[in-house]
């Protein structure tokens, strides 16, 4: 009689213990995708993270190419690798219109800044200066040219009353194009706000002649500075007088 009570408690304690550990293998199963997931999240932080800290480097480094590929070759991109590749890819864009010589288009290609990244912060103000400087330069340029140009037409005009000498002077003035003068004058170092005039007097094909004058502050008396000849295709100028 004690045998079978002893072997009916040891058949039930194997059962139960049986039961507890299937117990604790389906908790464990049911626990795994849970603890597979978070990892997946750390896992993508950290190569996000990772990406945005080389990222920086590089645009410290002025390659911003690079730190814009750099960005997105991160398959699960964080918000703020978003944001840092947006910065960048507006950044290349004006970049290249200011080097083409476009600044309007720069200027309309550097958006507001929609990362924190204190490196694309500084990039994007340099770029901003450097823009802002060359449109107030081409501006500068181009009412310096407007300028003399007016000057060089007003002479001519004036001195139409000398005679056909003076006539001749107004045909050679018509068929001299502002591109040349603008070219001679920025060439010659005749540009500014110091009253020069350039008057076109003779032309030979690619080969022009100016007479040079600069009129004192008061605008009341011309002073000769020099007679000139101008190859418009070879750049070469030669002082006649």
Same mark, same amino acid.
């Given at each position: 009689?004690?045998?079978?009570?002893?072997?009916?408690?040891?058949?039930?304690?194997?059962?139960?213990?049986?039961?507890?550990?299937?117990?604790?293998?389906?908790?464990?199963?049911? &626990? =795994?995708? #849970? +603890? *597979?997931s978070s990892s997946k999240v750390h896992s993508t932080?950290?190569? $996000?993270?990772?990406?945005?800290? !080389?990222?920086?480097?590089?645009?410290?480094?002025?390659?911003?190419?690079?730190?814009?590929?750099?960005?997105?070759?991160?398959?699960?991109?964080?918000?703020?690798?978003?944001?840092?590749?947006?910065?960048?890819?507006?950044?290349?864009?004006?970049k290249s219109a200011y080097d083409n010589g476009d600044?309007?288009?720069?200027?309309?290609?550097?958006?507001?800044?929609?990362?924190?990244?204190?490196?694309?912060?500084?990039?994007?103000?340099?770029?901003q200066d450097k823009i802002t400087s060359a449109k107030? &330069? =081409?501006? #500068? +340029? *181009?009412?310096?040219?407007?300028?003399?140009?007016?000057?060089?037409? $007003?002479?001519?005009?004036?001195? !139409?009353?000398?005679?056909?000498?003076?006539?001749?002077?107004?045909?050679?003035?018509?068929?001299?194009?502002?591109?040349?003068?603008?070219?001679?004058?920025?060439?010659?170092?005749?540009?500014?706000?110091?009253?020069?005039?350039?008057?076109?007097?003779?032309?030979?094909?690619?080969?022009?002649?100016?007479?040079?004058?600069?009129?004192?502050?008061?605008?009341?008396?011309?002073?000769?500075?020099?007679?000139?000849?101008?190859?418009?295709?070879?750049?070469?100028?030669?002082?006649?007088?």
């Amino acid at each position: 009689m004690n045998k079978v009570v002893k072997k009916t408690i040891v058949g039930t304690t194997a059962l139960a213990v049986s039961l507890l550990l299937a117990a604790c293998g389906q908790q464990s199963t049911a &626990s =795994s995708p #849970s +603890s *597979s997931s978070s990892s997946k999240v750390h896992s993508t932080e950290n190569e $996000s993270t990772k990406a945005y800290r !080389s990222a920086n480097r590089l645009i410290r480094n002025h390659d911003y190419q690079g730190a814009y590929d750099k960005l997105n070759t991160v398959n699960h991109r964080s918000s703020q690798v978003d944001k840092l590749s947006t910065d960048l890819q507006n950044y290349i864009n004006a970049k290249s219109a200011y080097d083409n010589g476009d600044y309007d288009q720069a200027a309309g290609n550097l958006k507001n800044l929609k990362s924190t990244s204190p490196a694309m912060r500084d990039a994007y103000a340099d770029l901003q200066d450097k823009i802002t400087s060359a449109k107030k &330069s =081409s501006s #500068s +340029s *181009s009412s310096t040219t407007s300028t003399s140009r007016s000057s060089a037409s $007003s002479a001519v005009s004036s001195s !139409s009353s000398q005679g056909s000498s003076t006539a001749a002077n107004a045909t050679v003035d018509s068929q001299t194009s502002d591109q040349v003068v603008t070219q001679f004058a920025n060439k010659m170092g005749f540009v500014g706000n110091k009253g020069y005039e350039i008057i076109p007097t003779a032309k030979n094909g690619n080969v022009y002649r100016f007479e040079v004058r600069q009129n004192n502050e008061d605008n009341t008396v011309a002073s000769m500075i020099g007679i000139y000849q101008y190859n418009s295709q070879t750049g070469a100028v030669t002082k006649l007088q």
